[in-house]
Nanobody, 126 residues
Framework: QVQLVESGGGLVQAGGSLKLSCAAS????????ISWFRQAPGKEREFVAG????????HYAESVKGRFTISRDNAKNTAYLQMNGLKPEDTAVYYC???????????????????WGQGTQVTVSS
């Protein structure tokens, strides 16, 4: 089992940047695929970006492609989400999630992930 803790959220103006971190503890971090999801008030949780166990495969939602970058450092047991060019519609609680299966395929549905962090709030002002 792995425990996840997100950090790095905050308030930023439109066009600004934030870098979220997802720190993992417990079992071997490199044995988990990691994805970021977000949930805005009144909306369903949606996939943002995912990365394979080794970091060799990534996938992004169309809405963030070209603006967000997911990465991981298995030596530090941490995954990251670099967010540039933020827009007000990016405002949400951001969650990292882990799946204990390694493949090149990145799952985008919440049901595929058994482990979740508590979330970090990102607010983008216009």
């Amino acid at each position: 089992q792995v425990q996840l803790v997100e950090s790095g959220g905050g308030l930023v103006q439109a066009g600004g940047s934030l870098k979220l971190s997802c720190a993992a503890s417990g079992r071997t971090f490199s044995g988990y695929a990691i994805s970021w999801f977000r949930q805005a008030p009144g909306k369903e949780r949606e996939f943002v970006a995912g990365i394979s166990c080794s970091g060799g495969s990534t996938h992004y939602a169309e809405s963030v492609k070209g603006r967000f970058t997911i990465s991981r450092d298995n030596a530090k047991n941490t995954a990251y989400l670099q967010m540039n060019g933020l827009k007000p519609e990016d405002t949400a609680v951001y969650y990292c999630a882990a799946r204990s299966e390694c493949s090149i395929y990145i799952y985008i549905n919440t049901a595929a992930y058994a482990y979740w962090g508590q979330g970090t709030q990102v607010t983008v002002s216009s």
